[in-house]
């Protein structure tokens, strides 16, 4: 009886590690963008970072075959329990529910616009950003089973119709939207009111050309990449405040990285840590965040995505542990262990995806 007892706790107990291991794993989303059926590409995220295929599920709508030049394609609800993806070729929003790595498809609405590029959501609030014809914003309210329910009079223009957008995203208190403009090389603010409607834009010049991807830091401070056209070693990053009125103040000007294209940026839970994705150049580079937002290059070469591996979008797993880069030029995801000082250790990361795949989301 007592050998018994002692191999029921001893079961017990590897049921729990065991438990507790798959716990800690997560899953990784990316997408297709593919001509005339878009999906969603899923990967099982083991504990160690490594990645596996779990599947696909096709969104119902149409991507456009080729890079959508935007940052937050495909984006994660606050709790992860929901997944939206944008349908540009057919200009739709795809929603999922989020169950480890499966996906259910359990809504779709037209995007108030044409080829949406970009999305944010806060809260029961998404936005969507419409990069075709003269550009706008569009709104949504989110329903407890995931109903995507156009929110009235929430469109909003760009600064004008040549404004070639790339991001749109909530500040952390979801009191503005902020848009980066590549063509006009600004940045642009909307407030947000209480019933959800966006007013404005506001538009602030970019410290640097060509502003692109940006993140924010919890506190609400802003880094925003600059790919300079693209130019040969003259990528940066700039960091700015938004004040309760929603203008923009300067924190570092264009703090370079000496590689080409900066385009996507992701920023660390705690805050002290951002990287960049070198388009151009096929490498990550970190930066140190200090209390008062300034930046400070800690490596221009902090991780390798190798040559013609034209690096886009990145998504940090749950805790900030792994940074995941989708490789648009070679069909893949890069992964990459995260130090405590910002330094990327390279891991297993996946392979086989189509060229077209825009947007990453992890957890």
């Given at each position: 009886?007592?050998?018994?007892?002692?191999?029921?706790?001893?079961?017990?107990?590897?049921?729990?590690?065991?438990?507790?291991?798959?716990?800690?794993?997560?899953?990784?989303?990316?997408?297709?963008?593919?001509?005339?059926?878009?999906?969603?590409?899923?990967?099982?995220?083991?504990?160690?970072?490594?990645?596996?295929?779990?599947?696909?599920?096709?969104?119902?709508?149409?991507?456009?075959?080729?890079?959508?030049?935007?940052?937050?394609?495909?984006?994660?609800?606050?709790?992860?329990?929901?997944?939206?993806?944008?349908?540009?070729?057919?200009?739709?929003?795809?929603?999922?529910?989020?169950?480890?790595?499966?996906?259910?498809?359990?809504?779709?609405?037209?995007?108030?616009?044409?080829?949406?590029?970009?999305?944010?959501?806060?809260?029961?609030?998404?936005?969507?950003?419409?990069?075709?014809?003269?550009?706008?914003?569009?709104?949504?309210?989110?329903?407890?089973?995931?109903?995507?329910?156009?929110?009235?009079?929430?469109?909003?223009p760009l600064s004008n119709s040549a404004a070639d957008p790339a991001q749109i995203a909530?500040?952390?208190?979801?009191?503005?939207?902020?848009?980066?403009?590549?063509?006009?090389?600004?940045?642009?603010?909307?407030?947000?009111?209480?019933?959800?409607?966006?007013?404005?834009?506001?538009?602030?010049?970019?410290?640097?050309?060509?502003?692109?991807?940006?993140?924010?830091?919890?506190?609400?401070?802003?880094?925003?990449?600059?790919?300079?056209?693209?130019?040969?070693?003259?990528?940066?990053?700039?960091?700015?405040?938004?004040?309760?009125?929603g203008a923009l103040q300067l924190n570092s000007g264009s703090v370079p990285d000496q590689?080409?294209?900066?385009?996507?940026?992701?920023?660390?839970?705690?805050?002290?840590?951002?990287?960049?994705?070198?388009?151009?150049?096929?490498?990550?580079?970190?930066?140190?965040?200090?209390?008062?937002?300034?930046?400070?290059?800690?490596?221009?070469?902090?991780?390798?995505?190798?040559?013609?591996?034209?690096?886009?979008?990145?998504?940090?797993?749950?805790?900030?542990?792994?940074?995941?880069?989708?490789?648009?030029?070679?069909?893949?995801?890069?992964?990459?262990?995260?130090?405590?000082?910002?330094?990327?250790?390279?891991?297993?990361?996946?392979?086989?995806?189509?060229?077209?795949?825009?947007?990453?989301?992890?957890?």
């Open positions: 009886m007592k050998s018994m007892t002692m191999w029921c706790l001893g079961t017990l107990a590897a049921l729990a590690v065991a438990g507790a291991a798959q716990a800690r794993d997560g899953a990784v989303f990316t997408l297709s963008n593919t001509s005339p059926s878009n999906e969603v590409l899923a990967f099982h995220r083991r504990a160690d970072g490594e990645l596996r295929f779990a599947g696909r599920v096709a969104t119902g709508g149409q991507g456009t075959g080729a890079g959508l030049g935007s940052q937050g394609a495909l984006v994660l609800s606050e709790d992860g329990e929901l997944l939206f993806a944008v349908d540009a070729g057919s200009n739709e929003i795809s929603l999922f529910e989020v169950d480890g790595t499966s996906l259910r498809r359990v809504g779709r609405a037209h995007s108030g616009g044409t080829r949406p590029i970009s999305l944010t959501v806060h809260r029961d609030l998404l936005y969507v950003l419409n990069a075709g014809g003269k550009g706008n914003i569009a709104g949504f309210t989110v329903g407890a089973r995931g109903a995507l329910t156009p929110l009235p009079d929430s469109s909003r909530f500040t952390p208190d979801g009191s503005h939207l902020v848009v980066t403009e590549k063509a006009n090389n600004l940045i642009d603010v909307y407030e947000v009111s209480d019933d959800g409607l966006a007013e404005g834009p506001t538009t602030h010049a970019s410290s640097g050309q060509t502003p692109f991807g940006f993140a924010f830091r919890r506190d609400g401070m802003l880094v925003v990449s600059e790919a300079f056209g693209g130019a040969q070693g003259a990528s940066a990053l700039s960091s700015y405040e938004l004040d309760d009125d590689q080409s294209a900066a385009c996507w940026v992701a920023i660390t839970g705690s805050g002290r840590i951002a990287f960049t994705s070198n388009t151009g150049s096929g490498s990550i580079s970190s930066y140190r965040i200090n209390r008062s937002g300034r930046l400070t290059l800690i490596d221009s070469v902090a991780g390798d995505t190798g040559a013609g591996s034209a690096p886009t979008d990145m998504a940090m797993s749950r805790g900030s542990r792994f940074l995941f880069v989708l490789d648009s030029g070679t069909g893949a995801i890069s992964a990459f262990g995260i130090g405590h000082d910002g330094a990327l250790e390279p891991i297993t990361g996946a392979s086989g995806l189509p060229t077209s795949a825009v947007g990453l989301a992890a957890r």
